[in-house]
């Protein structure tokens, strides 16, 4: 992080000095191995952002499913307008809400499917005895 905020310092320095036009002050080495940092840096942005669009669109896709499915075994008649509506907002919130709506949406499918999950995990805590295979 010190060498972060370090680096911002020099850019901030070079461009001080460029904007009073005092180039013969300006460290070109430094500059150039400021610059190739500033690219090594915006390709794992870049790497970074495209992994996050692809994680948070798998979210927004289980989301999804989950209300849909929840939905569709209501016992009160869904609303399908308001839940496109809510499913299409999804796409502009951000992390943190994402990630709470998840966890209460999956709460909900669980709750709404409750043998399924009941079935999974019914032979998950037994010991299991291998005699027969000896």
Do not use: D, G
């Given at each position: 992080m010190e060498a972060i905020k370090k680096d911002i310092e020099d850019l901030l320095?070079?461009?001080?000095?460029?904007?009073?036009?005092?180039l013969e002050k300006i460290d070109f080495d430094n500059l150039i191995k400021q610059l190739e940092k500033t690219k090594s840096l915006y390709e794992n942005y870049l790497l970074l952002n495209s992994e996050f669009k692809i994680l948070k669109e798998n979210v927004i896709h289980?989301?999804?499913?989950?209300?849909?499915?929840t939905e569709a075994?209501?016992?009160?008649?869904?609303?399908?307008?308001?839940?496109?509506?809510e499913l299409a907002e999804l796409a502009s919130v951000n992390s943190l809400k994402l990630l709470q709506i998840f966890e209460k949406?999956?709460?909900?499918?669980?709750?709404?499917?409750?043998?399924?999950?009941?079935?999974?995990?019914?032979n998950r805590n037994k010991t299991k005895d291998y005699k027969s295979y000896k």
């Open positions: 320095l070079v461009q001080e000095q460029l904007k009073s036009e005092q289980k989301i999804t499913i989950m209300r849909k499915a075994v209501s016992k009160k008649r869904p609303n399908i307008k308001e839940l496109e509506t949406t999956e709460t909900k499918y669980h709750s709404a499917f409750p043998s399924t999950f009941q079935v999974a995990n019914y």
